[in-house]
């Protein structure tokens, strides 16, 4: 009984200093626009805790935010579905998703502003960081030959299987043969070593343990197939915040397209800060491939996608880049 | 006249607090300009459109499919071990933590373990309805089959009942109550697991479809998703009622007569 | 005596012949050791995370947020149910209303929850609450129906006022019950604390499986699907003793088989 106590109280002390750094829901920033400096601007951005979004820790590290009177709270969600919600709600301030999230956001009629670039494909066959996949001992020598297979995306449509089908369509196959399941990333080795799979698209760090337990071989590099310098992910803010605040809005926006250009620059940098807020060690961060991380948004890329997707029926109608992008 | 006042009570009784929710339900969302919650309405026009339709045989019928294996499984699973478990003191004194242990792991936690042994597809679905829904059917059945009355056991011993016949007549009748109770939870945790089983990782199912709309923002689907799972959640617990009236009205008429004498 | 020993040393047997199970199945190579850790690299990694920084707070979320989801759905539910139950016209007029909100699978509000409320404790407290809270309903409504008769009346005869009929009468016979519901409803709570975290991404337990999932740490993944077991474990024990503590007047009236 008496441990049983101690372990209650134990929990109860523990809670009460995690929970002091959970609750990070930011104070509307609205409040400061009265021009009286009552302190650092606090914001607070919804991410999900992958290599992409370094370059915001990078930026928080070196102080960038810090210059401009912002102070962070990152806080981690499960995917972009729960992001963009959060955003629309003011329970994040800022977000980060990819741009075909965006776009279904914005046809649904959510209130969403693009504010900056997130991150970009490498544009590099053979050096990207993710990349379609094939189990080692596999017949599939080319993104054609998967016509008729079964593909693992980790979420279904959205800019997996949009990017994957261009993949297939730009070597000559048929994409609506493909057949897409949703395996969530650290299952797809399982998956493809069970040859449940033919094929799965696969992010850092799964691309390079897939590769690195010799289970699977990579045959096509999507995000390049998609479109040249492929921009995969943004970050944004509610139209309410652009409305209310532009002026921390535009400052977000410069101390995020420092953070972008430094990180870009110092991929070491990127390497070290990445087991800090991942479940990576130090090992596997020194292998995997990195995002580019240009500081402007290529909108071109964009609308290739807004294309494709709207290709593939995901969209009904071409989305308003105008009003969605700065 | 009489007969009509007592019907029309009776009916008022039962529609009445649900007619006024749901109205005040209407009436309030009417208007709603909020991204979530969608106008009653509209949501029950999504329910028109997205399940009155292909869907209803798509994907209602493949998550009904694997809530019924697994539910099977677990039940044949369940009260064999149940039995084997609940007739042996050894066999129960040597197991019972490894049991405790095992069942008192939520199911939900298993999921990304189950799927490194299933697979991706059905079966891996079924485990994890499996994974849920037989312990309360085992644990049940073995205070069950452990609590069988020690005087209708010496009878059954003494007129050389045996084998078969002794589980069937003695065993399982007196356990099948306490069984029941267990099955009872079983579909409770039986559903939700299997809208859990398919989030995030399927193409086809309830769970899955509704989590689709969610992810693509499509809100007005979504909540007609959840009245479906709520008027499923229903159904199933109507046909549990009749299936329990059907294999237990001797315990319960027994029970209303034990308490009438007391 | 003896025989309460023979139970303790047969059962510990058993999990320590668990424990050897799980250790040479994946040595022998009946399963990949990347899918199925032996027993020892298993415990070497919640030996690691023990001493780790993660560990303790996501038990001692999980454990709050379950704490307060049950507690929140236990006093609803108790209020309610004395209510409800003891009157006639509420029971009847409610009953509909609660047959269709009861079956109504609680993870069908995560979505919902997601969207409302985004990773944080709010969301999975609406799942926890509305799972437990009809569990508990039921049970306290079956216990304050289930008055004797003869002690409703007796207590009439001596002109027991309201409150005095709810302590005395009401109370005690709803208690075996009330337990029990507790004790289900506790069950459930944890479910869904933890599924809560796995998919809305509360902090907790749930969620660090998800992260050492994501992050491709077996080993770990299996560690902490351990820990929430036996925080489940210990819950039970805890119930346990509430039930013989609470019920240890009550006449082993239940537990009679008839004659």
Not at chain 1, 198 to 215: C, K
Not at chain 1, 275 to 301: F, G, H, K
Not at chain 2, 42 to 59: H, K, M, N, Q, S
């Amino acid at each position: 009984m008496r441990r049983k106590l101690a372990a209650l109280l134990t929990s109860s002390l523990l809670l009460v200093a995690a929970g002091c750094g959970d609750d990070g829901n930011g104070e509307d920033p609205g409040d400061n626009g009265g021009g009286q400096p009552t302190g650092p601007d606090q914001v607070t951005v919804g991410l999900i805790p992958i290599v992409d979004v370094a370059p915001l820790f990078l930026g928080v590290e070196e102080g960038f935010f810090e210059s401009r009177n912002i102070e962070v709270t990152t806080e981690f969600a499960a995917g972009g579905a729960e992001i963009v919600p959060g955003v629309e709600s003011g329970q994040f301030d800022f977000g980060f998703s990819n741009v075909i999230s965006m776009f279904l956001a914005h046809a649904s009629g959510l209130d969403i502003q693009v504010v900056s670039n997130g991150n970009n494909s490498t544009g590099t066959e053979g050096e990207d960081f993710g990349s379609l996949l094939v189990p080692v001992d596999s017949d599939v020598q080319s993104a054609a030959d998967l016509e008729g297979a079964t593909i693992a995306a980790n979420t279904l449509s959205n800019i997996v299987d949009t990017i994957v089908r261009a993949s297939i369509r730009n070597d000559g196959g048929d994409p609506s043969t493909v057949e897409f399941v949703a395996v969530p990333f650290p299952e797809m080795e399982a998956a493809l070593a069970n040859g449940d799979v033919d094929a799965a698209f696969a992010v850092e760090p799964f691309q390079t343990l897939i590769q690195n337990n010799g289970v699977g071989r990579p045959v096509a590099w999507s995000w390049v197939d998609a479109a040249p310098d492929l921009t995969v992910a943004v970050y944004f803010t509610s139209g309410s915040l652009v409305e209310e605040n532009p002026d921390l809005v535009s400052r977000f926006t410069e101390a995020m397209q420092e953070s972008l250009a430094y990180a870009n620059d110092n991929p070491d940098a990127v390497r070290e800060i990445l087991p800090t807020y991942t479940s990576l060690d130090p090992e596997l961060a020194s292998q995997v491939i990195l995002p580019a991380w240009p500081p402007e948004i290529n909108r071109e890329s964009s609308e290739a996608l807004a294309e494709l997707a709207l290709m593939d029926g995901l969209l009904s109608e071409p989305p308003d880049l105008d009003s969605l992008y700065p | 006249m009489r007969v009509l006042g007592i019907v029309a009570g009776r009916i008022g009784l039962l529609f009445g607090l649900p007619a006024i929710l749901v109205a005040i339900w209407w009436l309030a969302s009417a208007d709603s300009e909020h991204f979530l919650f969608r106008p009653l309405p509209d949501i029950l026009v999504a329910f028109r459109e997205t399940w009155l339709g292909p869907r209803l045989v798509e994907d209602l019928l493949p998550s009904l499919s694997r809530l019924a294996q697994g539910y099977a499984a677990s039940l044949v699973l369940g009260i064999g071990a149940g039995v084997l478990i609940g007739s042996s003191r050894t066999l129960r004194a040597l197991v019972e933590p490894v049991l405790e242990l095992l069942r008192a792991i939520p199911p939900p936690a298993l999921i990304p373990l189950i799927g490194l042994f299933a697979g991706i597809g059905d079966t891996r679905r079924i485990v994890i309805i499996i994974a849920g829904c037989v312990w309360p059917i085992l644990l049940n059945t073995v205070e069950g089959v452990r609590a069988v009355d020690e005087v209708l056991a010496d009878t059954c011993r003494s007129y050389r009942v045996r084998g078969l016949s002794r589980l069937r007549h003695l065993v399982l009748r007196s356990a099948s109550p306490q069984i029941m109770t267990g099955a009872r939870q079983a579909l409770a945790i039986g559903i939700i697991l299997m809208v859990i089983s398919e989030l995030q990782r399927t193409d086809r199912g309830i769970g899955y479809t509704v989590e689709q709309f969610q992810t693509s923002f499509r809100y007005p689907e979504m909540w007609s998703g959840v009245l479906l799972l709520g008027l499923l959640g229903v159904a199933l617990s109507l046909l549990f009622r009749l299936a329990d009236r059907e294999i237990l009205g001797w315990y319960h008429g027994l029970r209303a007569t034990q308490k009438e004498s007391r | 005596m003896a025989l309460r020993f023979r139970g303790l040393w047969l059962g510990l047997a058993g999990l320590i012949g668990f424990g050897l199970l799980l250790e040479l199945i994946p040595r022998v190579g009946v399963v990949s050791d990347r899918y199925l850790p032996p027993t020892s690299r298993i415990l070497a990694e919640l030996g690691e995370a023990a001493g780790a920084d993660r560990l303790w707070p996501a038990v001692g979320n999980t454990v709050l947020t379950w704490g307060i989801g049950l507690a929140l759905a236990v006093v609803a539910a108790t209020v309610l149910g004395v209510v409800i139950g003891s009157v006639r016209f509420l029971r009847a007029a409610t009953a509909s209303t609660i047959e269709f909100l009861r079956p109504i699978p609680s993870v069908a509000w995560i979505p919902a929850a997601i969207v409302l409320y985004g990773p944080v404790r709010a969301g999975t407290l609406l799942i926890v609450v509305y799972a437990a809270f009809w569990q508990m309903l039921v049970q306290v409504l079956h216990g304050v129906v289930d008055v004797d008769p003869v002690a409703r009346d007796t207590a009439h005869s001596y002109r027991l006022g309201r409150w005095a009929r709810v302590r005395w009468l009401i109370w005690p016979t709803a208690l075996p019950y009330v337990v029990t519901g507790l004790r289900l409803a506790a069950t459930v709570a944890l479910i869904l604390t933890v599924t809560g975290e796995l998919f809305i991404g509360t902090p907790g337990l749930g969620a660090e499986i998800l992260r050492a999932a994501a992050g491709g740490a077996v080993g770990l993944t299996y560690a902490l699907v351990l820990v929430t077991g036996l925080v489940g474990v210990a819950a039970n024990l805890l119930f346990r003793a509430v039930e013989r503590r609470s019920l240890a007047w009550h006449p082993s009236v239940r537990a009679e088989t008839p004659a």
